[in-house]
């Protein structure tokens, strides 16, 4: 195999600073569903966005590559964004209430001595309503990332064959095509 001085050295994937980069996905995936969450709507934008998201500062960290490594990462911060998202919606639904009983911002509400309690009442409640919230947060968790993670996974599993590139314009091997056939290169021995 020949190399050529004319070509760019081929990016090389770094997938542990990808990964450091990536995670800064999770707070502002938390943040963000929580918002949306606390307002009472479940948006699969989010996850779509958390998807993107982490796509794009893996690529930043890695060097802009993603490889196989890269897309079971970005995979994985996905799917723990999306969990510690809907974790904390929850906790936020239960410091609201708490506040909104104790006359405390939800943000004191989080300390309040009986939190832990009231929280696993909240879960283990029969109301159906919560379950069926979660499912439907799930589902859509699952919609908004789907084709973001399909697409990352796509772009591995074929790699892009490198571009045939020659250093130098070949000539014609016909000599009656080449316009410059009849002319003969200077000597350099000659002086001018």
Same mark, same amino acid.
């Given at each position: 195999?020949?190399?050529?001085?004319?070509?760019?050295?081929?990016?090389?994937? #770094?997938?542990?600073?990808?990964?450091?980069?990536?995670l800064?996905?999770?707070?502002?995936?938390?943040?963000v569903?929580?918002? $949306?969450?606390? $307002?009472? *709507?479940?948006?699969?934008?989010?996850? *779509?966005?958390?998807?993107?998201?982490?796509? /794009?500062?893996?690529? +930043?960290?890695?060097?802009?590559?993603i490889?196989?490594?890269?897309? $079971?990462?970005?995979?994985?911060?996905?799917?723990?964004?999306?969990?510690?998202?809907?974790?904390?919606?929850?906790?936020?639904?239960?410091?609201?209430?708490?506040?909104?009983?104790?006359?405390?911002?939800?943000?004191?509400? +989080?300390?309040?001595?009986?939190?832990? #309690?009231? *929280?696993?009442?909240?879960?283990?409640?029969?109301?159906?309503g919560?379950?069926?919230?979660?499912g439907?947060?799930?589902? /859509?968790?699952i919609?908004?990332?789907?084709?973001?993670?399909?697409?990352? *996974?796509?772009?591995?599993?074929?790699?892009?064959?490198p571009?045939?590139?020659?250093?130098?314009?070949?000539?014609p091997? #016909?000599?009656?095509?080449?316009? /410059?056939?009849?002319?003969?290169?200077?000597?350099?021995?000659?002086?001018?």
């Amino acid at each position: 195999m020949t190399y050529s001085t004319d070509l760019p050295p081929a990016p090389i994937e #770094d997938a542990n600073r990808g990964t450091v980069v990536a995670l800064l996905t999770i707070p502002a995936g938390i943040i963000v569903w929580t918002l $949306i969450w606390s $307002i009472g *709507f479940v948006a699969s934008i989010v996850t *779509f966005g958390v998807a993107l998201l982490a796509t /794009f500062l893996y690529r +930043l960290g890695s060097g802009g590559m993603i490889g196989r490594a890269g897309a $079971i990462r970005i995979t994985v911060i996905t799917l723990v964004t999306v969990v510690l998202s809907i974790i904390a919606g929850l906790v936020a639904d239960v410091a609201i209430g708490i506040g909104q009983v104790a006359g405390i911002s939800p943000i004191e509400a +989080l300390s309040y001595p009986g939190f832990g #309690d009231i *929280f696993g009442l909240y879960l283990s409640s029969g109301d159906g309503g919560l379950y069926l919230s979660l499912g439907i947060a799930v589902l /859509f968790g699952i919609l908004g990332c789907f084709s973001v993670l399909r697409n990352a *996974f796509r772009a591995t599993a074929a790699p892009a064959a490198p571009p045939v590139q020659t250093p130098w314009p070949t000539l014609p091997a #016909d000599p009656k095509a080449d316009p /410059f056939a009849g002319e003969k290169p200077a000597d350099p021995t000659t002086p001018r």
